[in-house]
C-alpha cells in the first residue's frame, strides 16, 4: 500500500494530474465549500461551523501511513438590511485543510465569501441569493517520508542513499474565484425546499508545482437541493441531494432525514434528526456528460442533535465499492458542529432561512 500511494502522490505532482478536490458526506454542515450563496442563509446574526472528515483508516492501519484526513471550520454573518426592504447581505470567512498519505500531500486554504439575498414577495417568505468567494491555496507536500527504489541497497531500504530523483518544490500559492446561485422559499409553517446551483475555480488557477502553467484547476460545478415537510406533529422528512462534476470526477449523493422535534408548537427549534444516504461516483472524461459512469461507492449513515441553537452531527461511511474488501466495508468518519446566534434577544428582523 505504502509503494501505491508513493507513486500515485508523485504522479500527481510530477507529471501534473488535474487535481480533484475533497468532498465530505455532510455537506450541508459546510456552506460556504457547497454554495457560496448560501452565506448568511440561516435563522440568525451568525454562525460557527466546524467540520472533521477521517477515510481510509481501515486500509492503512498496518501502515506508517497516517489516514486521510480533510477539516473545515467557518464563520458567517448577516445584516438585517440590504437595499431593498426585506434584503440582506451576507458574509463569512473560511477555512479548509487537507491532507493525504504519507507524504501529507494538500493544502490549506482561506477565503472570504459575500452573498446578497433578494426577497421576491411582500412576505420575506421567497427569496433569490447570489454569492461570491475567493480562496488563497498553500499547497504542500513533504518528501521526508517517501522511500525510492535507487535506496534498496540488496538487502533492505537505506535512507542513506540518493533518491536519483528530481524532487519538485513542496509548496505551490494559487488563489480561486467562485461564484452561487440559491433559491429558497417557505411554502407554510413547516413546508420549505431550496435549490442551488454553483462554479467553483472559474479561473483555473495554475497547480502544478513544476511550474507548468497548462496544468490548471478543473472548474467543480454543484448543484444541491432538497425539501422538508411534515409527516406527522412532530416529525418532518427532509429528501435533498447534491451533484458534483469536476474534471474527469462526477459524484451524486441523494439523502434522506428524518426530524423530530422536542417541541411540538415550534417547528424550528431544538431536534433530533437521523437519516441515510447514498453516494454514486465516477465519470468517463472522453464521453459525454449524460453518458459518464455512475457505480456505488457508499451507504452513509447520519445522525445529529439541535439544542438550544447547537448542533452536533455524525456520519459513517460503509463502503459498498470495488474496495469493498480492502476495506472491510470500512469508509469514512465525519463529526461536525455548528453555533448559530444572535445579538439580542429579538434577533434577526429579515430573511426567512430554509432548514438545510
Given at each position: 500500500?505504502?509503494?501505491?500511494?508513493?507513486?500515485?502522490?508523485?504522479?500527481?505532482?510530477?507529471?501534473?494530474?488535474?487535481?480533484?478536490?475533497?468532498?465530505?458526506?455532510?455537506?450541508?454542515?459546510?456552506?460556504?465549500?457547497?454554495?457560496?450563496?448560501?452565506?448568511?442563509?440561516?435563522?440568525?446574526?451568525?454562525?460557527?461551523?466546524?467540520?472533521?472528515?477521517?477515510?481510509?483508516?481501515?486500509?492503512?492501519?498496518?501502515?506508517?501511513?497516517?489516514?486521510?484526513?480533510?477539516?473545515?471550520?467557518?464563520?458567517?454573518?448577516?445584516?438585517?438590511?440590504?437595499?431593498?426592504?426585506?434584503?440582506?447581505?451576507?458574509?463569512?470567512?473560511?477555512?479548509?485543510?487537507?491532507?493525504?498519505?504519507?507524504?501529507?500531500?494538500?493544502?490549506?486554504?482561506?477565503?472570504?465569501?459575500?452573498?446578497?439575498?433578494?426577497?421576491?414577495?411582500?412576505?420575506?417568505?421567497?427569496?433569490?441569493?447570489?454569492?461570491?468567494?475567493?480562496?488563497?491555496?498553500?499547497?504542500?507536500?513533504?518528501?521526508?517520508?517517501?522511500?525510492?527504489?535507487?535506496?534498496?541497497?540488496?538487502?533492505?531500504?537505506?535512507?542513506?542513499?540518493?533518491t536519483n530523483e528530481f524532487l519538485v518544490d513542496n509548496k505551490k500559492l494559487y488563489w480561486d474565484?467562485?461564484?452561487?446561485?440559491?433559491?429558497?422559499?417557505?411554502?407554510?409553517?413547516?413546508?420549505?425546499?431550496?435549490?442551488?446551483?454553483?462554479?467553483?475555480?472559474?479561473?483555473?488557477?495554475?497547480?502544478?508545482?513544476?511550474?507548468?502553467?497548462?496544468?490548471?484547476?478543473?472548474?467543480?460545478?454543484?448543484?444541491?437541493?432538497?425539501?422538508?415537510?411534515?409527516?406527522?406533529?412532530?416529525?418532518?422528512?427532509?429528501?435533498?441531494?447534491?451533484?458534483?462534476?469536476?474534471?474527469?470526477?462526477?459524484?451524486?449523493?441523494?439523502?434522506?432525514?428524518?426530524?423530530?422535534?422536542?417541541?411540538?408548537?415550534?417547528?424550528?427549534?431544538?431536534?433530533?434528526?437521523?437519516?441515510?444516504?447514498?453516494?454514486?461516483?465516477?465519470?468517463?472524461?472522453?464521453?459525454p456528460w449524460q453518458d459518464k459512469r455512475l457505480d456505488p461507492e457508499s451507504v452513509i449513515l447520519?445522525?445529529?442533535?439541535?439544542?438550544?441553537?447547537?448542533?452536533?452531527?455524525?456520519?459513517?461511511?460503509?463502503?459498498?465499492?470495488?474496495?469493498l474488501q480492502a476495506t472491510d466495508s470500512r469508509g469514512a468518519f465525519e463529526v461536525g458542529v455548528?453555533?448559530?446566534?444572535?445579538?439580542?434577544?429579538?434577533?434577526?428582523?429579515?430573511?426567512?432561512?430554509?432548514?438545510?
Amino acid at each position: 500500500m505504502k509503494k501505491v500511494l508513493q507513486i500515485f502522490v508523485l504522479t500527481l505532482v510530477v507529471f501534473g494530474v488535474k487535481a480533484q478536490d475533497p468532498h465530505f458526506s455532510q455537506f450541508t454542515m459546510a456552506p460556504m465549500y457547497l454554495n457560496p450563496a448560501m452565506v448568511g442563509a440561516f435563522d440568525g446574526n451568525y454562525r460557527l461551523s466546524g467540520l472533521f472528515r477521517s477515510q481510509w483508516g481501515s486500509v492503512l492501519e498496518n501502515e506508517s501511513v497516517p489516514m486521510y484526513r480533510t477539516y473545515t471550520a467557518s464563520a458567517e454573518f448577516r445584516t438585517n438590511k440590504g437595499f431593498a426592504s426585506g434584503d440582506a447581505f451576507g458574509f463569512g470567512a473560511s477555512f479548509l485543510g487537507d491532507q493525504a498519505g504519507e507524504s501529507k500531500f494538500g493544502y490549506n486554504c482561506a477565503g472570504l465569501a459575500l452573498a446578497y439575498h433578494k426577497s421576491l414577495n411582500r412576505d420575506n417568505t421567497n427569496y433569490l441569493a447570489l454569492g461570491f468567494s475567493s480562496q488563497i491555496y498553500d499547497q504542500t507536500i513533504d518528501y521526508s517520508n517517501l522511500q525510492f527504489g535507487s535506496q534498496w541497497d540488496g538487502s533492505a531500504y537505506n535512507p542513506l542513499l540518493p533518491t536519483n530523483e528530481f524532487l519538485v518544490d513542496n509548496k505551490k500559492l494559487y488563489w480561486d474565484v467562485n461564484v452561487g446561485l440559491l433559491w429558497y422559499m417557505k411554502i407554510s409553517r413547516r413546508v420549505n425546499v431550496y435549490l442551488g446551483a454553483a462554479v467553483y475555480h472559474v479561473n483555473m488557477p495554475d497547480i502544478s508545482m513544476l511550474g507548468n502553467n497548462s496544468v490548471k484547476l478543473n472548474m467543480k460545478y454543484t448543484g444541491s437541493g432538497g425539501i422538508e415537510f411534515p409527516v406527522t406533529n412532530r416529525i418532518s422528512l427532509q429528501p435533498k441531494f447534491i451533484l458534483l462534476d469536476q474534471g474527469q470526477s462526477i459524484e451524486l449523493i441523494m439523502a434522506t432525514d428524518a426530524r423530530i422535534l422536542f417541541e411540538e408548537r415550534d417547528p424550528a427549534g431544538s431536534n433530533f434528526h437521523f437519516g441515510a444516504m447514498f453516494r454514486m461516483v465516477g465519470g468517463d472524461p472522453n464521453a459525454p456528460w449524460q453518458d459518464k459512469r455512475l457505480d456505488p461507492e457508499s451507504v452513509i449513515l447520519d445522525a445529529g442533535v439541535e439544542w438550544n441553537h447547537i448542533t452536533v452531527s455524525v456520519a459513517y461511511d460503509i463502503n459498498v465499492s470495488q474496495l469493498l474488501q480492502a476495506t472491510d466495508s470500512r469508509g469514512a468518519f465525519e463529526v461536525g458542529v455548528a453555533y448559530v446566534g444572535r445579538w439580542n434577544r429579538r434577533g434577526p428582523q429579515t430573511i426567512y432561512c430554509p432548514r438545510f
